[in-house]
């Protein structure tokens, strides 16, 4: 299966090195560092594999947007990846995905303020929108603003099954906000909001397990209210790739909404598997190229990935294919421990990101690279898209 | 003393929230959050005090942009906050600086790779351009490279004198290297880059002082020994904002280097005086401007600042002028603990970022204010610029 660069025609007049990595055509060896590389194999097996599981469980997928915030991925995803259409976290994201052709964008986040409000009511006008709430004052501005600009908004209710973030509780409050919705001007009432960010990383598939068990009850209680008011979830979303089977296995949640599957991360490869094994569902397929740019110290190389390359929220990043260890990242620097001396000024070297997406966040473009040769570059057009 | 936006007459065709997160003129209170805003007052009362004490000590100052990655605060380091030139980490930071108009950038790192070094020789015949060097062999590259595009480069030998980073010995790899510059065709030996990274955020001032002692007393005895040589250093830099007293007074540093000092940060702001109170030599200038977004839990509030608006390799973001705890952010959010519900949906907060330079990095504006009022916006020209 090939992916194809969305962008080719777009790469006249960049040039080399302050404006891209590299170009279509390039040796892996010649990519300027650092920067973010896909191994497109992987990348693609990663795709099929979530697909053909989803597909196999009939459940929806929604692919997260803001794991790797760039619509050629996006558009892959839906062509290729079983993908409905994508999530993403804020409005300025999802302008950015709608005006990069994709037409279905549910935010799973809160929209508020005047601002915020008057662009999300008019890009409902351009594509499929869809948007969570937790605040009945939420509902009443969503109403306003899609009124004001003629067009209508499908919202779901956010609640919280174990996050400890945004999200009314789940059961009577879910309901009374439901019913606002329903009664609102505007708006349509689509569903359920019911992603449990905080179990997708811990590291017992067991813990996981009970988490997420938890979190179908009260999603299913709550559906249970919501029927007998009336009222029907045409989504019940959800689901990280750390919990993806045990959502996708439910009988409760329709539309699963993973992102780091696509790339994986040293945080998720540090995950065990229901067996106890490492959890191998998904390959690593992005990783931050770097190059060893100083080597005075015999037991110490110093490699040109530091913080503007990635981030430690998730610890330090890893060697791929390789037991050499990362001992710290500064600003424009990583020092990797290099006791007997193996590397050399020059060496390229693949570091498994500890935190996929705000790593991914930090760059402007991903280099596919297939059998050690650039295919594409792909820009991260959804970058720094934070308000 | 005012500041004026370098890029007022860039504004038009941006749009607010999609492309800008303010314009001038707005209240602060319409910021689309989550942003990086810059207290004018704040910002301008740190300039001149860096100014002053390093006129008053008679040493030059480079201010190090790689803090801010902007040509508009680079500027006004240079007309109105006594720096000769600026420092920066990266190729692609010294092309956009320059292209955006600053004629004396000293590149504080190493340069490597053919696509990288032939940059670096077109470059140096647009602008003065200084860099470092801790092997021989990029000796060699460098004058090939010069010598190939017809320029000329001013190079420093980088020392390492407890950094662990890069940088030869002191002493004699440091002369050996010095001797191979001043033989190099096309390359002018400037002097010795001497920056203690891991000194400037010791908590305590006197571990500070020991350890910028013992690399004074490394650095002047190389010095000995280049002068020896036949060989005088127009250069000896180093110096950050938080030993800038320590070099300053050295008699040996004639150049600091300082960044951070512009803004502050909350890991800065946790470093002591040498009276053993807080280091308040300089004020917290930079902000994250966050709103609360969501307060669905009473004890806590949840607002718009996550990993996309701040980075915690140095720790957890801290409200300005405020008792409220940032108990943890993710992706997208910042949860604050807020066990009296203090705060409402809507209020917007300052947080101090945990460091300064990686969180620059992720936003693509600085918002000026004053008095409340939106001064002007500055756009982060050389974020990103990783390369």
């Known amino acids: ?81 079983g993908a409905c ?9 999802a302008e950015s995905f709608v005006r990069n052709g994709i037409e279905d964008v549910l935010i799973t986040n809160q929209i508020r303020g005047t601002t915020r409000l008057r662009r999300l009511a008019t890009l409902a006008g351009t594509a499929r929108l869809l ?23 499908e919202v779901l209710v956010e609640i919280d099954c174990g996050a400890g973030r945004c999200g009314v509780a789940p059961g009577a409050p879910a309901l009374a906000l439901a019913r606002a919705i329903d009664d ?38 709550t559906i249970t209210m919501l029927y007998g008011a009336g009222l029907s979830c045409d ?5 990280g790739t750390g919990t993806y089977s045990l959502e996708a296995s439910s009988g409760v949640y329709n539309e699963l909404q993973c992102g780091s599957y696509a790339f994986m991360d040293a945080d998720y490869g540090a995950i065990r598997a229901a067996d106890g094994g490492g959890f191998r569902d998904f390959e690593n397929a992005l990783f931050v190229l770097t190059e060893v740019m100083s080597h005075s110290k015999p037991d110490r190389a110093i490699c040109d990935a530091g913080l503007k390359a990635l981030t430690l929220d998730s610890g330090l990043p890893k060697l791929f294919e390789d037991d050499l260890e990362v001992l710290g990242c500064s600003d424009e620097h990583a020092v990797i421990g290099d006791p007997e001396c193996r590397l050399a000024l020059g060496d390229k070297l693949r570091l498994i990101p500890g935190h996929c997406d705000p790593t991914c966040n930090l760059h402007d473009w991903y280099v596919g690279v297939r059998d050690g040769v650039v295919e594409c570059i792909w820009p991260i057009d959804a970058r720094g898209k934070v308000f």
Do not use: W
Request: net charge negative; charged share 20%; hydrophobic share 40%.
């Open 235 to 239: 989504i019940v979303g959800g689901g």
């Open 184 to 221: 609102a001007p505007g708006l349509s009432f689509a569903g359920l909001q019911a992603y449990h960010g905080r179990a997708q990383h811990m590291r017992d598939f067991s813990d996981r397990r009970a988490e997420i068990e938890a979190a179908v009850t009260q999603v299913s209680e």
């Open 85 to 93: 259409g994508i999530c993403c976290q804020k409005i300025s994201e």
């Open 131 to 153: 948007v969570c709430v937790d605040d009945p004052s939420n509902v009443e501005e969503l109403s306003h603003a899609v009124m004001t600009a003629g067009t209508r908004l």
């Open 1 to 81: 299966m090939s992916v194809t660069c969305a962008n080719t025609d777009d790469l006249s007049g960049l040039e080399l090195g302050y404006d891209v990595p590299a170009f279509p055509g390039m040796a892996e060896a010649e990519i300027i560092t650092p920067c973010l590389v896909i191994d497109l194999d992987a990348f693609e097996r990663n795709i099929a594999r979530m697909r053909d599981y989803l597909s196999d469980h009939q459940v929806r997928f929604r692919a997260h947007g803001k794991m790797h915030k760039a619509s050629a991925i996006a558009d892959y995803q839906i062509s290729t990846g």
